[in-house]
């Protein structure tokens, strides 16, 4: 079984981020067409017939996230100096405990799974994540997110929070320097994890 869906009104140059958005929720684009300078879009989507382990709902969220919120607007130190809980952070990896320096958004998911008394990836590697518990069929508050950033093995991680249009935000380590929740591009999206 499946779910058809007819988009409509899309600017032209809106239509690659709606098409990756599809895409990213495992969904196809059966015809597209223009319509008044507008484009509309028929997708298909594959319908769910058993919940995920953990439901897309606002109120079920993951333990990690009270304590990754705790820890927002931890920020690197300027110059030479090193703020001893990011390197903290690198410690729950195979890093060890290394300078803020060094890239820490895997170190900070580590660190938030690890403090909610699950076992993290040890790895500083955000794409380490991409086979970490199991793929969710939807955006679940709180799930893992990875996110592409130019070649493998580069990538980027955070925890899902909600969408901004077409952009999904995560709150995440190492984000301009610091803890905090930003945008990025929902086609840039390669996995959403959930624990086991």
């Known amino acids: 079984m499946s779910i058809t869906r007819i ?29 008044n300078g507008n484009v509309t879009i028929i997708a ?36 030479t100096g090193s703020n001893p809980r990011i390197e903290a952070y690198h410690a729950t990896t195979t890093l ?12 900070f998911v580590n660190f938030c799974v690890e403090q909610s008394r699950l076992k993290g990836t040890k790895s500083a590697l955000a794409r380490s ?17 990875v996110l592409e950033r130019g070649k493998p093995p580069n990538g980027y991680v955070g925890f899902y929070v909600g969408m901004d249009g077409m ?10 320097n610091t803890v905090s929740i930003a945008s990025f591009d929902s086609a840039r999206v390669i996995a959403k994890r959930i624990p086991e």
């Open 7 to 35: 988009i409509t009104n899309i600017p032209s140059k809106k239509v690659p981020f709606v098409i990756a958005a599809i895409k990213a929720d495992k969904g196809q684009v059966l015809e597209q067409f223009p319509e």
């Open 44 to 79: 298909e989507f594959p319908e769910i017939t058993k919940s995920p382990e953990f439901p897309a709902n606002e109120s079920i969220e993951f333990t990690w996230m009270n304590i990754a919120r705790q820890e927002l607007d931890i920020k690197e130190v300027p110059g």
């Open 96 to 107: 060890g405990s290394k300078t803020d320096a060094v890239p820490w958004c895997s170190s």
């Open 129 to 145: 994540w991409a086979s970490w518990g199991k793929e969710t069929p939807s955006f679940t508050p709180g799930c893992i997110v």
């Open 167 to 176: 952009n999904v935000q995560l709150l995440g380590g190492n984000q301009r």
